[in-house]
């Protein structure tokens, strides 16, 4: 199996991989039953900027927070503090809601256990946050990050790109396990790195140990 043994490191999604998001939306809508059209705003605002390189965290927040005042007609004090309610509410959705996938897992301790690197990169922030409610041990992973880290969003290759350039390791050398084939699959082959499609490819490749 030279496809997923030959690799040095491993970029695992979060949201849909990592864990089954299932009704995520939904728990969202309840959270801010009194906020729905906030929310919603700055969904569809993020899919805007998908693939779209700001070059940093902080030129894709202000960009994000801005028209997001914009399009509702509130503050950027209040746009700002949405988005990080926004991210606190994600995090106590996960932790009381939704558990690791434990193909996954299984998967992310057989490379550990190898010795080859693990990274998590999800679209949103407060990566570590999310894990750690998801109660999975950080400790495995060389490196955790948001694509909003790098101020691109995927398909955006700058993240993938970055996080090879940060282990030193050839991007072909890279494996990208994710469940959407428009951004981390894009994503990847736009950074000559291998994509496995969450489940279809994955449960192919990896039927001998899940």
Same mark, same amino acid.
């Given at each position: 199996?030279?496809?997923?043994?030959?690799?040095?490191?491993?970029?695992?999604?979060?949201?849909?991989?990592?864990?089954?998001?299932?009704?995520?939306?939904?728990?969202?809508?309840?959270?801010?039953?009194?906020?729905?059209?906030?929310?919603?705003?700055?969904?569809?605002?993020?899919?805007?900027?998908?693939?779209?390189?700001?070059?940093?965290?902080?030129?894709?927040?202000?960009?994000?927070?801005?028209?997001?005042?914009?399009?509702?007609?509130?503050?950027?004090?209040?746009?700002?503090?949405?988005?990080?309610?926004?991210?606190?509410?994600?995090?106590?959705?996960?932790?009381?809601?939704?558990?690791?996938?434990?193909?996954?897992?299984?998967?992310?301790?057989?490379?550990?256990?190898?010795?080859?690197?693990?990274?998590?990169?999800?679209?949103?922030?407060?990566?570590?946050?999310?894990?750690?409610?998801?109660?999975?041990?950080?400790?495995?992973?060389?490196?955790?990050?948001?694509?909003?880290?790098?101020?691109?969003?995927?398909?955006?290759?700058?993240? %993938?790109? =970055?996080?090879? +350039?940060?282990? *030193?390791?050839?991007? /072909?050398? &890279? @494996?990208?396990?994710?469940?959407?084939?428009?951004?981390?699959?894009?994503?990847?082959?736009?950074?000559?790195?291998? %994509?496995? =499609?969450?489940? +279809?490819?994955? *449960?192919?490749?990896? /039927?001998? &140990? @899940?």
């Amino acid at each position: 199996m030279e496809y997923i043994d030959d690799v040095d490191a491993i970029i695992f999604d979060l949201d849909g991989t990592i864990y089954n998001k299932k009704f995520l939306k939904f728990y969202f809508s309840l959270a801010f039953i009194n906020k729905l059209p906030l929310m919603l705003s700055y969904l569809k605002l993020r899919k805007k900027y998908y693939g779209v390189d700001y070059g940093t965290n902080k030129k894709f927040r202000e960009i994000i927070i801005t028209e997001l005042a914009i399009k509702l007609s509130i503050s950027t004090k209040k746009s700002e503090e949405f988005i990080d309610l926004f991210m606190n509410k994600f995090v106590s959705i996960l932790k009381y809601r939704y558990k690791p996938n434990n193909d996954i897992i299984n998967v992310i301790d057989k490379y550990y256990n190898k010795g080859t690197k693990i990274v998590c990169l999800s679209d949103f922030s407060m990566v570590k946050e999310r894990l750690l409610a998801l109660n999975i041990d950080i400790n495995k992973f060389t490196l955790i990050k948001s694509s909003e880290d790098y101020g691109a969003l995927k398909p955006a290759k700058t993240p %993938f790109l =970055k996080i090879a +350039e940060e282990l *030193n390791i050839s991007p /072909s050398k &890279i @494996i990208v396990i994710g469940d959407r084939d428009d951004t981390d699959g894009e994503g990847a082959r736009k950074s000559n790195m291998r %994509f496995i =499609k969450y489940p +279809e490819k994955f *449960n192919t490749l990896y /039927s001998n &140990i @899940i």
